[in-house]
């Protein structure tokens, strides 16, 4: 069972910048789209990126401009650098792995709080 340790949560002042990173252990084997979706509270989780083991993004449209998505494949890990945070952008963070076999793991969320 792969397992997904995320970090790089806490809280910034709107304007402000954080990095999340998530790294995947436990027989990581072929994970091919790595990600990070996020929870507020009384709203559904939604994507904010993901990225596929060749390089190719999708951004939620609410990100666009202000967070980056990356991956380091050699060390089965993923980053979202959020630049320009707004309130809004307040919510629990989830990284997100999807291996070839279609089996999709979550890693237990960071927080992130952006105050006004």
């Known amino acids: 069972q792969v397992q997904l340790a995320e970090s790089g949560g806490g809280l910034v002042q709107a304007g402000g910048s954080l990095r999340l990173s998530c790294t995947a252990s436990?027989?990581?084997?072929?994970?091919?789209?790595m990600g990070w979706y996020r929870q507020a509270p009384g709203k559904q989780r939604e994507l904010v990126a993901f990225?596929?083991?060749?390089?190719?993004?999708n951004y939620g449209d609410s990100v666009k401009g202000r967070f980056t998505i990356s991956r380091d494949n050699a060390k089965d890990s993923v980053y979202l650098q959020m630049n320009s945070l707004k309130p809004e952008d307040t919510a629990v963070y989830y990284c997100?792995?999807?291996?070839?076999?279609?089996?999709?793991?979550w890693g237990r969320g960071t927080q992130v709080t952006v105050s006004s």
């Open positions: 997100n792995a999807n291996q070839v076999t279609g089996t999709n793991h």
């Open positions: 436990r027989n990581p084997f072929a994970i091919n789209v």
């Open positions: 990225i596929t083991r060749g390089g190719s993004t």
